[in-house]
């Protein structure tokens, strides 16, 4: 039997890995995907560097021959581009979904009118994703948003309705706005919000602030949303999607690795990020994991300091065979990882609130080199 379309009826999945630069590359991709059933989303990648063929962006996206489906996160301010972009990646990768990113807070993004900012420019954002539409063909074109550029400036249901007429074929919400980056919390009523606004066959995911399986759960039933997408809480834990499926099916949750089980997971990453970008820049790139891998266990500061600082995979293997054996201590379960920043002033272009209606391109070059953050 041949299954539905990704996000048609039958065919939605509960859980999202969130599409995280620099971390939801392939093989990081792979180890999540071993313990749960979801959608694992590239990271950031910008649909201009497509079109030019920009080298480091071509490499990230490419998938695993194994993966499927393949899913990738397109950055785009401008509609021709993205049109292009997608009709490329779906002549060369053989994506299965593409995903807009509508709410990257980061300046480089934003001052060009990317991101977050771009929701603001309703006409604009019209033009760019029934663009995406047009060129995907028959494959699915979801979008991600915040709540908007600020408290005075809020987007986020604009862009629902925008995004159900373009023929979007799911919605994820981060329940914060632009200006408050990571700071305080998700405010998840948006997302019930949300959902109450666009057509019921319409799915929308809750993102932010699901650390824990219950979280998720909590999620869906505070909301009325139809699955959650999940970044920092998997960060350091793709043991995370088992908890997620147990808690979806009614099952027994799995038992959190000890240090030992977390150091053997930490040893395949980082093989992995080897076997992918070689490994001079695998090894770099695996730094910043095994802080996230550790964090809440107590294993003392020398060696977090040591393993921050690896220079190749044996001397990775000596220090994790250094690791005392240990369980995570239930008060650390839900310790903040990854990204905590925020407030800030949204940097965007002069004039971008003047007109909400104006549809220029505020600036069709900006967007080349934000791939992967
Ligand atoms: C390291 C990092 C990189 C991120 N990169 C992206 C990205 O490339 N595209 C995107 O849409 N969101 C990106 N985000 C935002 C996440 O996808 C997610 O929306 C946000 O972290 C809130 O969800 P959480 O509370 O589950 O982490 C990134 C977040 C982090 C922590």
């Known amino acids: 039997m041949i299954a539905p379309p990704l996000f048609a009826a039958g065919n939605v999945p509960k859980v999202v890995l969130a599409p995280m630069a620099g971390v939801t590359n392939a093989p990081f991709r792979r180890l999540c995907r071993r313990y749960g059933g979801g959608l694992y989303v590239s990271e950031m990648i910008s649909a201009r560097a497509v079109v030019e063929g920009n080298e480091k962006t071509m490499k990230l996206t490419q998938f695993a021959d194994d993966e499927s489906p393949r899913s990738l996160q397109l950055a785009a301010v401008d509609p021709?581009?993205?049109?292009?972009?997608?009709?490329?990646?779906?002549?060369?990768?053989?994506?299965?979904?593409?995903?807009?990113?509508?709410?990257?807070?980061?300046?480089?993004?934003?001052?060009?009118?990317?991101?977050?900012?771009?929701?603001?420019?309703?006409?604009l954002l019209e033009r760019v994703l029934n663009a995406a539409v047009k060129a995907a063909g028959?494959?699915?074109?979801?979008?991600?948003?915040r709540v908007g550029i600020d408290d005075d400036h809020h987007t986020y249901l604009d862009t629902g309705r925008i995004a159900a007429d373009a023929g979007i074929a799911a919605l994820a919400l981060h329940g914060r706005t632009a200006a408050q980056l990571y700071s305080g919390s998700a405010?998840?009523?948006?997302?019930?919000?949300?959902?109450?606004?666009?057509?019921?066959?319409l799915p929308v995911y809750g993102n932010g602030d699901i650390w824990e399986a219950s979280d998720a759960l909590a999620m869906v039933d505070q909301t009325?949303?139809?699955?959650?997408?999940?970044g920092r809480g998997c960060l350091g834990r793709p043991w995370l999607f088992a908890h997620l499926d147990a808690a979806f099916t009614g099952e027994p949750l799995p038992t959190i690795p000890r240090t030992s089980e977390v150091a053997l997971l930490m040893a395949e990453h980082a093989k992995e990020l080897?076997?992918?970008?070689?490994?001079?820049?695998?090894?770099?790139?695996?730094?910043?994991?095994?802080a996230w891998y550790l964090k809440g266990y107590p294993v003392g500061g020398e060696i977090r300091g040591k393993l921050g600082q690896i220079e190749s995979l044996d001397h990775l293997d000596d220090l994790l065979a250094q690791l005392p054996d240990v369980r995570l201590p239930d008060e650390n379960r839900r310790v903040a990882r990854g990204h905590t920043r925020g407030p800030q002033v949204v940097a965007l272009p002069q004039g971008w609130l003047d007109d909400p209606d104006d549809d220029l391109v505020a600036n069709p070059e900006g967007d080349s080199a934000v791939s992967g953050g």
């Open 80 to 123: 021709a581009v993205v049109g292009e972009a997608i009709g490329k990646l779906i002549d060369t990768e053989r994506i299965d979904h593409f995903d807009l990113n509508l709410g990257c807070p980061v300046r480089k993004v934003t001052r060009n009118g990317g991101g977050s900012a771009l929701p603001y420019k309703r006409k």
């Open 138 to 145: 028959g494959v699915p074109v979801t979008v991600k948003f």
């Open 187 to 201: 405010d998840w009523s948006t997302v019930a919000a949300l959902r109450e606004t666009v057509p019921a066959e």
């Open 224 to 230: 009325g949303c139809d699955g959650v997408v999940i």
């Open 274 to 290: 080897v076997a992918w970008f070689g490994e001079f820049k695998g090894v770099r790139e695996f730094r910043k994991h095994t």
